[in-house]
């Protein structure tokens, strides 16, 4: 759209007093446009408005700083306003971010804020979350950070973490920025303290954390907070092949039970993968469905790569239970057989037994007839010899002259 249009377009927005959603992204506006769009919204023309997306809609430093100074208005010109997303526009101008931060210095409803792509730097961040860290708790659930040549400032914005100006984040979009390995050490020490206990979501990609950071980072990964992080994002961060190590390592712990998406693309070093697919194959992160590492860069790889490597898995796991089923057989059968043996011993045993105590009975009883056979002769012949000599006593009696 032409800017011309785009005045006719935001006048026709006094008609619409029911509208929730406006987008107006990539249409380059001029400063009097800009001052047309905040001449409604300080109206209360747009006071249903629920989403607001302003991406990338002009160049001048100062007039999204006008914009947005509108939300400052009190009561609120958009009350009932979740969702912010001016990235894209130049707020490299201090005067452009001060006006900007006064947006946190009250109460909001907002609950996606997306300054991505602003060339804050860290002056502007550093404005930003000092403004967070004086104002009231804030209700921000995403928050989008990227591109915005951050580095050291990331500490006054860890600071107003740790003083619970954002208890209810659940994503954190810091990628393309600065940050280093004490960025990366700050980040990790506060998230650990459990300031923001709901984050599910954290994307530190396109960095420069290296080996160092990741090994600083590493143990809010250990952390009690680090159980709910659903997604994590470290790509691109030129990490070396002993730091991925340390990384899974850490994850090997089980603390992120939770984790979904893991993503380590475009770092140098592919030989980690086999500790990373180690880690799917122990179920250390039992819940993950997304790995991007090694040769896996997309997010459709990454599923894939989760996906075929628990599918084989599944096949060892089931070769493995048949392995096991057939040597628990094994075993039983050697078990049985080994009953079988030792009974047949004993009965064998029993049995020798039975027939030496049979072959000594019938022995003994052989014996015992020999005997009664040869006393039984032995008394027949004295028998005999007793008639005879009764015999021949009787014949002497009769004729004495023999």
């Given amino acids: 759209m032409s800017d011309q249009d785009l005045q006719r377009f935001i006048a026709c927005l006094s008609t619409t007093s029911a509208l929730q959603h406006l987008t107006l992204s990539h249409n380059l506006c001029s400063f009097a446009t800009i001052q047309k ?53 130049p707020l490299n101008n201090s005067k452009a971010a001060t006006q900007f931060a006064r947006i946190f210095t009250l109460s909001s409803e907002v609950l996606t804020l997306n300054i991505s792509s602003m060339q804050l730097g860290d002056e502007g961040l550093r404005t930003i979350a000092t403004a967070i860290l004086q104002g ?16 050291t400032s990331i500490d006054v914005f860890a600071r107003a973490l740790a003083a619970g100006k954002l ?21 990790g020490s506060v998230l650990a303290t459990g300031c923001c206990s709901r984050l599910q979501a954290l994307d530190l990609s396109a960095n420069s954390a290296r080996g160092e950071g990741i090994t600083r980072f590493c143990p809010f990964l250990v952390s009690p907070p680090a159980r709910y992080l659903w997604s994590l994002d470290l790509s691109n961060n030129a990490i070396p092949h002993r730091a991925l190590l340390r990384l899974s390592e850490t994850l090997a712990r089980g603390t992120c039970e939770q984790l979904h998406e893991l993503n380590l693309s475009c770092n140098p070093e592919l030989k980690a993968i086999v500790s990373f697919l180690e880690l799917i194959r122990r179920k250390a992160l039992p819940s993950l469905t997304i790995l991007q590492v090694g040769y896996a860069q997309s997010r459709c790889e990454g599923h894939k790569l989760v996906r075929d490597t628990l599918k084989r898995q599944s096949r060892r796991q089931k070769q493995h239970h048949f392995e096991k089923n057939l040597l628990k057989i094994q075993l039983e059968n050697d078990a049985k057989a080994e009953r079988d043996q030792k009974r047949c011993q004993r009965q064998a045993q029993r049995l020798r037994e039975v027939y030496d105590r049979l072959e000594n009975e019938a022995d003994r009883a052989l014996r015992r007839r020999k005997q009664v056979k040869k006393s039984s002769q032995l008394h027949i012949h004295q028998e005999i010899t007793r008639l005879k000599q009764q015999r021949s006593s009787a014949r002497l009696d009769r004729d004495p002259h023999l």
Avoid: K, W
């Fill in 167 to 187: 208890p209810h984040l659940r994503s954190l979009t810091i990628a393309d920025n600065e940050l280093g390995a004490l960025e990366f050490e700050t980040l």
């Fill in 37 to 89: 769009l905040r001449g409604q919204i300080e109206g209360r023309v747009l006071i249903g408005l629920r989403e607001l997306h302003c991406v990338a809609i002009t160049a001048d430093e100062v007039a999204m700083g006008y914009l947005l100074e509108v939300l400052q208005i009190n009561p609120s010109c958009c009350p009932h306003l979740h969702t912010l997303d001016v990235s894209g526009n």
């Fill in 136 to 151: 009231p708790e804030l209700r921000i659930q995403r928050l989008d950070m990227s591109d915005n040549a951050i580095g």
